[in-house]
Structures are given as structure tokens and as C-alpha cells.
């Protein structure tokens, strides 16, 4: 059974009234390329030039100093010519605490949760610090922070300071808590890797009717929820399930995330990463699925390889912001115990600060390490059209699968081409590409 | 001439929509592809208007 009309309307102004008395989030944020403008109508972060933002009455102060990024007519990528002024979003393990006990969990969640965990207090703070610096939005998870007493001290302090606060969460537990906070959230996304049994197969565990239950509540409070979903290769051919399952949820999106070998995840990775031809395979079916159900769908960072498969072209891809490792640049991850990493699957940096020492760290040359220094790439990277968007796909995989974080995404498309074609594994400037055409762009 | 008038008036150089909830990776609204780059073409100016209408909606704002 859908959600009904009435339902709908009064979560929306529920949703609408709680935000409201909050004030606006940050609206403007300087770059050395010009700016990004934040809308709430529609929800969306624009990047604009320095003309742009001029026209629209900011000042970059010092970081325009320099001279401005070169801008191209055929899409020449000036966003990335220098990391940003600090990330798009914070992604915060608060706690990780976690009694489901998934067998790929990322995090290696458990009922104890991590040595060491910062507190409330300390989180406050690391709010505060990350909205000094000009962060945009905070991503909370766990482990499940639905369990934590003090979720909604920080989702509030977060919506006075200007940070939009969204959330995913197992729809396991403390689901009466979440509902009532569900309105300060700019979105809620609820794990969900397969409807009925495959959600038993992917997670090892029979929680579906659970999570169903939690989902239609939490779409009764606010109007921004969505499902996060794995992609593995048990769940690969049952992904018209949840897009379904969405549809009759009135969910407003679906977000699939490559399974990634971190956490409980790295013992299984081998047995549950997609194929080669699932992840060729991927993009033109989330986007049949979209239009099918109607539903707007996500892909995460680490599926840029995929997606660049396809050959959108550069200029749409750079327009719709699709980044591969975005790690340490549009985004940062923090562990339960407060230390910065690159991005939520990466160790924290060694000698790396936690988050409320963010702002000192951030542009030093050493800041984060491999996942700052994509430009030095290698074959076939370097000789890839859009380089400067997927910056060789997910560090993570490759540090798993290759043993350097430096190393070409193993499971990107051209990669595999490549190094077919190239037995010997030396470089090829030129290569003919074998990638196909998206289906859909093509007609 | 054309590319000073672009140069002066500045560019929207990209539009990430929506907010990501997902706290392990950085998720983008890929729906917009089923466009192709008639997406960059049909959004561009009515993002603008929502940016402008923005600015507009601060001027009006009374300080203090």
C-alpha cells in the first residue's frame, strides 16, 4: 500500500515548518574557481565562476587573489584544478554501535561499538569546527546513530549552524526517536539491499518486514526518504524489486552503492563485488529502472568508471558533478573516535588530525596523501578523457585489490580493456576505446 | 564577442542535486543522463532563474 495524499502534504509542511525555524543553511561558499550557491528550491549546490558570483554579489576575498582557473568551452574541468576550500560534506560515524551485525558491514559494526568513541560534546564541537570552515552538508551514520540519546542534540546545533543534516540508517531500532527528528533532516535514507529474501541473503539476517515497517513511518514524517542499496552480485538482477518497492513506498529516491572491501566487507569482497560484465551493465540499468518507476536515482562516487564507461561526455558529467574518488577533497569521513579520513572506507591519515583540527590540516601539501595525488596517475589513466573527473576510480578497491591506493580502479571498464590489450601492462598512449554507447543517450 | 559577453556575465559550471545521505561515499543524481546534454541545455536557465530568485529573495531581506 502507497502512501496517502494527506500523508504526504502533512509531512511535507512538517518537514517544511521544523527547517523554517532554523533560519536558511549557508547560501554562498567562495572557491578559487568562483563559488558554489546553495539552493533549497530546488535542492541543489551550484558551481559557478567568478563572474557568476560577482553578478550575484559575493566577494571571494583572498581566494580570488590568484589568478582564476581557465575556463574551456568544451568542458575543460576548472573545478578541479585545486582541491575545494574544504569539503562539500562531512561524512560522521558517530557511534559504532551496531546490534544487526551484517556480514559485508563496512565499518565492522558492532553491539560495543568502537574503543574510544567521542561523546556529545565532542561531536558539538566537531560541528562547530566544520561549519567554521565552510562545510555544506554532514552525512550521519554508524554503525546506528539511531541509538545515540544525544542524534538530535547534533542534528539541531548542525541546522543552527547552518549545515544540512542527513541521515542513513539500518530502520532497525529507535525507529519513535528517528521519526520525531525525521523532519530536521534534509534526507533520510534507509539501507535496504533487496526486498524480502534477498534482504536476508545480502545481509544475513530477515529484517525486511522491519525495515519496511520503519520505512513507511519515517515517509509519514518527512517526504525525504530514500533507500541505500548495495549492489552485489546476489542482489544485482533483483534491483527492480526495490526500484518497485520505492515506487509503492512513495520513496523519492534510490541510491546504489558499489559493495566496497572495508570492514566485515573486505573477508567477503571477492564473493559479493559485482562481475565485470554487472558493473558494464549498471548504469543503463539504473537508468531503465529510473524511468520505469519514476524514481530519481544516485550512484555513489565509485561508480564514476562505470558510468564513464558509457561515454556521457565530459561536459555532462562535470555539469551533473559526477567525481570518482572524491576522497579528501569533496568530502571527508570522520571515525566514531574522531579522526579525519579521506572518505568513511579509508584509515585516517597518519598523523592525521581529528575532525575539530580539520581547518589546520586541510591545504597542507600533505593532506591526505594518495587521494589527493590522482594527478600522477599512470596508464591507461592518464590518457582517459575524464581523468580529471573519476581520478582513477574508488582508492579503495584498488588498495584492496592491488595493494596501492595509487594503483588504476581494477574493476573500471577501461582498466580491464586495457590491461587485456596490454598484457605487459605498458603504457599506450592512443588506445582505441573499446567503451560502448549508454542505450538510452544514443536514440 | 561572444566569448566576452560569456567571460562578463560568468558561468554556472555545475549543479549537484539533492543531498546526500549516504555517510560512506559521496552519491550524485545520475537521473539527469536519460537527457544527455540536452539536460545541460534545458536546466541551465532555469536554474539560474532559482539562483537569481535566491539573491533577490536575500536583497529584500530587512538588515538588523
Known sequence: MGVGLGTRWRAWRRARRARRTFGAPRGFRAERFGGIVQTETPRALVFVDRAYARRLGHDGGALWDGPEPAATDDGGNIISAHHLSAPLEAHLQLTNRCDAGCTGCYTGATPQGGPAEWGRDEWLRAVDALADRGVLHLALGGGESAVLPWLGDIVRHARARGLVPNLTTS?????????????????INVSLDGVGEIYARVRGFDGFARVDAAVQRLRASTPHVGVNTVVTRVNYDHLEDVFRYCRTRGLSEIELLRFKPSGRGAGVFAELTCSDAQHRGILPLALRLARRYRRRVRMDC???????????????????AIYGCAGGDLLIGAKAHGKVSACSFAAPP?????????????????????????????????????????????????????????????????????????????????????????????? | MLKRWRARRGRILAVKWGYNPNSSSLGVDVTFLLF?????????????????????????????
Open chain 1, 350 to 443: 597518519a598523523a592525521g588530525p581529528d575532525v575539530v583540527g580539520l581547518g589546520d590540516y586541510w591545504d597542507r601539501p600533505e593532506a591526505f596523501g594518495a587521494f589527493r595525488s590522482w594527478r600522477e596517475a599512470a596508464e591507461p589513466c592518464s590518457s582517459c578523457e575524464v581523468h580529471d573527473l573519476c581520478r582513477g576510480g574508488c582508492r579503495v578497491v584498488s588498495a584492496h585489490v592491488s595493494g596501492s591506493l595509487a594503483a588504476p580502479d581494477p574493476e573500471c571498464p577501461r582498466v580491464i580493456d586495457w590491461r587485456a590489450a596490454h598484457p605487459a601492462s605498458a603504457p599506450a598512449p592512443g588506445e582505441i576505446s573499446t567503451r560502448r554507447r549508454l542505450p538510452v543517450l544514443a536514440h
Open chain 1, 302 to 320: 565509485s561508480y564514476t568508471p562505470m558510468v564513464a564507461h558509457h561515454r556521457p561526455g565530459a561536459r555532462l558529467m562535470q555539469w551533473l
Open chain 1, 171 to 187: 530502520g532497525l531500532t529507535h525507529v519513535d526517536e528517528l521519526c520525531e527528528l525525521a523532519p530536521l533532516f534534509g534526507q
Open chain 2, 36 to 64: 544527455g546534454a540536452i539536460a545541460i541545455a534545458l536546466m541551465t536557465p532555469l536554474i539560474a532563474v532559482f539562483v537569481r530568485a535566491r539573491r533577490s529573495a536575500r536583497d529584500a531581506t530587512p538588515k538588523g
